[in-house]
């Protein structure tokens, strides 16, 4: 009769874990790999080094500009003009004005996860333009009058952006609503105006604005060129919006629509607080997307001759004492919109994996 | 039980949806006209009392500038603005395509790199993504201009490649073809093999459908357009030639120049939009279920028949749509040339054209109608190429 002896489990097999394994596994796994391989160390050979040479240990971050003798990044040039990359030609004595703008908004960004009380956040939401506008552009409270002209720099593409986003978003919701809709009229007029913003190029839409508005209305009404380029990124902005909206009103199931019918809410009341806090959430990941190419798109309003942190850098290097200085002024600029990208685009990406349930 | 009409109540007109309905539609109605009328009315004013004169007659008047490329002839003192407006549009089509080409070709690759089972290669292609989608195209557009090709050398110093290519800071020159008599019979050998290849096509597939042979289509394609206009080429006896540039003085003379602002576009065009088709064809790869490949492996199918015949068709369905809103974005971002100084429609009519006319309404409606055919051709393309695609049931 055969006896059963129990028998040590063995050990895994040395071969199928520990660095080696996993290079093996994933990097030199057959020959057309590994060539593939060693074809990508030699670009991240060919360009990493170099790059790290001319950004930090070549770089000259500190001295005046006539004792520069390393060959790679000049930093002091960034160094020097950082104040008119941030704000522009905005004087420098009140430079504190938007700095206080900044804190306040964050802030009144992370402190309303805390505010219960909803009559307090819509009050919070309707004040927050307003102090923010008081308080960079003066005229109110004995604050001094800062003219739009003199606005520029990261503070400028931030608030072209803010704006953007914070003004479009109401009018793009109720332009999905309305496509949406089942007013032929209604519907009409709205899929025809976001047809026709998608299919133009924003800086059609900006050249509208600019030259177009004022002569739409009586030659009293003044629009200062900022104000303008707003209105063309409002409206661009909305359509898109829309879309974005639109796609989280049509995910969500038909039987929610009748339901908050059969529960006898009018349709304004149906939509706020049944469907669209549904679509919203669900569109958030899209509305982020939305968000980032507005971003990048603020760098337009330089074509039609706003100072934004893009034109910063032609504007700092036509300075006599600072010429050639391109290269630095674009890779920091560069630096500053991959950093605020990239960022957005991880926490969509955070939100959507957070949203998303199905396994 | 029959449905019956739910009674009105006699409450009051406004209670009924549907009566709500086409009231709150005419309100809007009215609202949309009034502004309508209102910016009109204003308008007229507006271009009256500044002495704009209006119509499209100011098309017919000589333009009177140059322009650093133009695909028409062209000439500073005869040329009308409406050639003006034809140069600008054959501009930005010539950019759009050869950006929708080099782009698509960087994006394929990318995709691919990004999938594969090679770590760095993956990696390496992720980062590329992630660096080049989140930056601005405009500053891609206008580093790529102010700092890459600035600092080219003069043409004495050019860099030259294979003796017949230069590249320097007034562009790209390239060895021009040049249409000798007899040329004529390359071109039609070409076009012939062209519909040679789509019969042969068409035939392949049915034998396919009827008998299950395969035929090396590919490879037979391939061959066919290449040898029948070199063949042809050789028997009339080498009627194309090629015109190299040469250095004079100070600059080239002869060949084909591609000026540094359309290398500039290219670059930061093809760079930009590429990142945007890699996603999509990653997208769509992995939206082809594992299961579906697993199948095909154990059927006993050979790598690329399942990459060709299982995989790829199911996720085309997914890659397309997306690329080729891609393609549409690109034609649109082109529009960011005129911050560089192309001779693109932008450029050329909403700038130029604009400062001397002075006919803003004109100008900006007809370069936005231009824009908006772009748009509209591409999602009649969209639509036809999604119902050919769309999954046939049963």
Redesign the interface.
């Given at each position: 009769m055969a006896t059963y002896t129990m028998k040590e489990a063995k050990p895994a097999p040395t071969a199928n874990k520990g660095i080696i394994f996993w290079l093996k596994e994933n990097l030199f796994p057959d020959v057309k790999s590994s060539l593939f391989t060693l074809f990508g160390l030699y670009v991240i050979y060919s360009i990493v080094p170099p790059l790290l040479d001319w950004m930090i240990f070549n770089a000259t971050w500190s001295g005046t500009q006539d004792e520069v003798v390393n060959s790679g990044a000049r930093w002091i040039f960034i160094i020097e003009k950082f104040d008119q990359f941030m704000y522009g030609f905005y004087p420098e004595s009140l430079h504190w004005r938007p700095n206080l703008v900044a804190i306040i908004s964050i802030v009144f960004v992370f402190s309303f996860k805390y505010i219960k009380n909803l009559k307090v956040k819509i009050a919070g939401i309707l004040l927050f333009p307003v102090v923010c506008f008081i308080l960079i552009s003066g005229g109110w409270f004995g604050l001094e009058v800062v003219e739009t002209e003199k606005w520029g720099g990261l503070m400028l593409t931030i608030l072209v952006a803010a704006v953007g986003i914070i003004a479009s978003f109401p009018i793009g919701v109720v332009l999905a609503l309305g496509r949406q809709s089942n007013m032929p009229i209604l519907r009409t007029l709205c899929i025809g105006f976001i047809e026709f913003v998608r299919g133009v190029p924003l800086i059609t839409i900006l050249f509208m604005a600019s030259v177009l508005l004022p002569l739409f209305f009586h030659d009293g009404i003044e629009f200062n060129k900022l104000l303008r380029a707003l209105i063309g990124i409002t409206l661009f902005q909305a359509a898109y919006i829309a879309e974005v909206v639109r796609g989280g009103l049509q995910a969500i199931p038909k039987g929610q629509y009748e339901a908050s019918e059969a529960l006898g809410l009018s349709y304004w009341q149906g939509m706020i607080l049944i469907i669209l806090p549904q679509a919203l959430k669900i569109s958030i990941p899209n509305l982020v997307g939305s968000f980032i190419s507005l971003f990048k798109d603020t760098t337009l309003v330089l074509i039609i001759g706003l100072f934004d942190i893009l034109a910063m850098v032609t504007l700092t290097n036509s300075d006599t004492n600072w010429l050639g200085y391109e290269v630095e002024g674009y890779v920091f600029v560069t630096l500053i919109y991959w950093v605020c990208c990239f960022s957005m685009s991880q926490y969509s990406k955070s939100i959507e994996r957070k949203f998303n349930t199905e396994h | 039980m029959t449905n019956k009409q739910l009674p009105v109540d006699g409450k009051g007109l406004l209670n009924n949806p549907q009566h709500r309905?086409i009231f709150?539609?005419?309100l809007?109605?009215a609202l949309?006209v009034f502004f309508a009328f209102y910016?009109a009315n204003?308008?007229f004013?507006?271009?009256e009392?500044r002495g704009i004169t209006t119509g499209f007659s100011f098309l017919n008047n000589t333009a009177g500038f140059g322009i650093s490329q133009t695909l028409i002839p062209y000439d500073d003192g005869t040329s009308t603005f409406l050639d003006v407006f034809i140069v600008g549009l054959l501009n930005t089509l010539l950019v759009s395509v050869l950006g929708i080409i080099f782009a698509s070709i960087i994006g394929l690759l990318l995709g691919v790199a990004r999938l594969?089972?090679?770590?760095?290669?993956s990696k390496?292609a992720l980062v590329y993504i992630?660096?080049f989608r989140?930056?601005?195209?405009?500053?891609q557009i206008?580093?790529w201009y102010?700092?890459v090709l600035?600092a080219l050398p003069s043409p004495r110093q050019s860099f030259v490649y294979l003796d017949s290519v230069f590249l320097n800071n007034r562009g790209l020159l390239l060895p021009e073809p040049i249409l000798q008599s007899g040329s004529g019979a390359v071109i039609i050998s070409f076009v012939l093999a062209i519909v040679a290849v789509i019969y042969l096509v068409r035939w392949s597939r049915q034998r396919h459908n009827d008998t299950g042979q395969e035929f090396p289509i590919f490879k037979v394609s391939i061959a066919l357009l290449l040898l029948a206009p070199t063949l042809v080429y050789f028997i009339a006896g080498q009627p194309i030639t090629a015109e190299y540039p040469v250095l004079k003085g100070f600059n080239f003379n002869g060949g084909l120049t591609i000026i540094p602002e359309l290398l500039a576009l290219l670059f930061a065009l093809s760079i930009y939009t590429a990142t945007y088709i890699a996603e999509a064809v990653r997208a769509g790869i992995e939206a082809v279920p594992k299961g579906q490949k697993e199948a095909a492996k154990s059927l006993g199918l050979k790598d690329y028949v399942i990459l060709t015949k299982v995989v790829l068709p199911q996720a085309l369905r997914v890659i397309i749509p997306p690329v080729i809103n891609q393609f549409l974005n690109l034609t649109?971002?082109s529009?960011?040339a005129?911050?560089i100084g192309y001779p693109e429609l932008?450029t050329l009519f909403?700038g130029t054209t604009?400062n001397q006319v002075g006919q803003?309404?004109e100008i900006?409606l007809m370069?936005?109608a231009v824009?908006?055919t772009?748009?509209?051709l591409i999602s009649l393309l969209l639509n036809w190429v999604n119902a050919k695609m769309a999954i046939k049931g049963r």
């Open positions: - | 309905a709150f539609q005419i809007a109605l949309v910016f204003n308008m004013d507006n271009i009392s594969s089972s090679n770590f760095l290669m390496l992630e660096t989140n930056i601005p195209i405009l500053l206008l580093f102010n700092v600035a649109k971002n529009s960011l005129t911050a932008v909403s604009l803003a309404i900006i370069t936005m824009y908006l772009f748009s509209i």
